[in-house]
């Protein structure tokens, strides 16, 4: 192949790429708009795209938001805004993750809770819960500080547990992993049994949601998402090569304790912001990459991005279709987004291991 036609293929893979990132945030930004618009109290869409505009300072002038009630600003800028924020910013998070873990350990299974994150987070957040429910720390709620910084040491007790010498081998890291999972978890059911009238707020806690967050929860979690996951990007070409097995990366150049390292450090940690914002929404890390490598192809260069703004718009929906079937309900009834990803991730992973004939490369 001459160098013009390289050149030439590579020129159209990369247009293709950018179309598809294109396409993918423009339809974040649509499904955006549209949940805005789900809720048990009825606002004009008129009314929502004027109050979203009065908050650019570029449209201020332009845009006549008289017809549009307080309360109904309120709603849009306090209730519904953050907590459709906090979807973006946590499916984000959760599916970057899993095509991380995916990619390093090469296998279809990984997701984003798969070295202890989960239940680190857990352990944290329902002490936190047990013994210093409404506790403020530096301006922040006390279960994101103990949820984070759980889901952090969890990590790192698996890595290094793990360790041999100077390698920490894939098998062994999986097999702490699950170990770790199990023990953490059974110090939650502890709590729980002795949990008694905060019982409901570390059940509600596990199983993840978005109907209490507020924009200082955001702004806290959101600079380690950030670090994280343009980190991890940057190793997108060393993932591709990962995929081919440890000892042919080596060949080719990659530093496969490093890489391994940092990978799994960042992922983690943007796993950790992730979980402490919206407690354990189960599946996004699984069944995101899985859906993105299907439509787009192997290849960690455009499948870290495209999965990222996958996993947006597939926790706003979730949490939207959360609202929606709570909303005949709404004054006894907060339906966690959880439930629906539960819901729709089960049938995903009964599917995934019953696939047999059919198969597509990590």
């Known amino acids: 192949m001459s160098t013009s036609e390289v050149e030439g293929t590579y020129f159209r893979r990369a247009t293709r790429w950018k179309l598809i990132v294109i396409l993918l945030l423009v339809a974040l930004f649509v499904t955006v708009l549209i949940s805005l618009n789900v809720g048990y109290a009825q606002i004009p869409f008129t009314n929502i795209l004027a ?3 009065k908050q650019i300072p570029f449209l201020n002038g332009y845009i006549d938001s008289s017809l549009v009630l307080p309360r109904e600003s309120a709603i849009i800028l306090q209730i519904r805004l953050p907590r459709i924020i906090a979807g973006v910013v946590v499916g984000a998070a959760l599916a970057a993750s899993g095509v991380v873990y995916q990619g390093v350990f090469r296998n279809p299974m990984a997701d984003s809770y798969i070295l202890g994150v989960s239940a680190g987070a857990a352990t944290g957040a329902s002490f936190s819960l ?19 910084l759980g889901a952090l040491f969890a990590m790192f007790l698996v890595y290094n547990i793990s360790r041999v010498g100077s390698r920490v081998p894939v098998t062994t890291l999986l097999l702490c992993g699950i170990a770790v999972n199990f023990f953490l978890y059974a110090v939650v059911a502890l709590l729980e049994v002795i949990a008694g009238d905060e019982l409901h707020a570390i059940v509600f806690w596990l199983i993840g949601g978005f109907s209490n967050v507020l924009w200082s929860d955001i702004w806290a979690v959101l600079p380690f998402i950030i670090v994280g996951v343009v980190v991890v990007y940057f190793y997108a070409r060393d993932l591709n090569l ?16 490093r890489v391994k390292q940092i990978l799994l450090v960042f992922a983690s940690m943007v796993t950790a912001a992730a979980v402490s914002l919206s407690g354990l929404v189960g599946f996004v890390g699984l069944m995101v990459p899985h859906i993105t490598r299907l439509v787009i192809g192997p290849d960690h260069r455009i499948l870290f991005p495209a999965s990222t703004i996958v996993g947006a ?7 939207a279709i959360a609202r929606v079937i709570a909303t005949p ?16 991730g089960a049938p995903f992973f009964i599917i995934l291991f019953r696939k047999k004939k059919q198969s597509y490369a990590l």
């Open 313 to 319: 718009i597939f926790l706003v929906v979730c949490d």
């Open 242 to 257: 990962l995929a081919l097995g440890e000892e042919t990366a080596q060949h080719l150049g990659v530093n496969i304790e």
């Open 51 to 53: 109050t979203l505009g």
């Open 130 to 148: 047990l013994f210093g429910s409404g506790t403020l720390l530096f301006g922040l709620r006390l279960v994101q500080i103990a949820a984070f």
């Open 329 to 344: 309900f709404a004054s006894t009834l907060e339906l966690p987004v959880g439930i629906i990803t539960m819901l729709a």
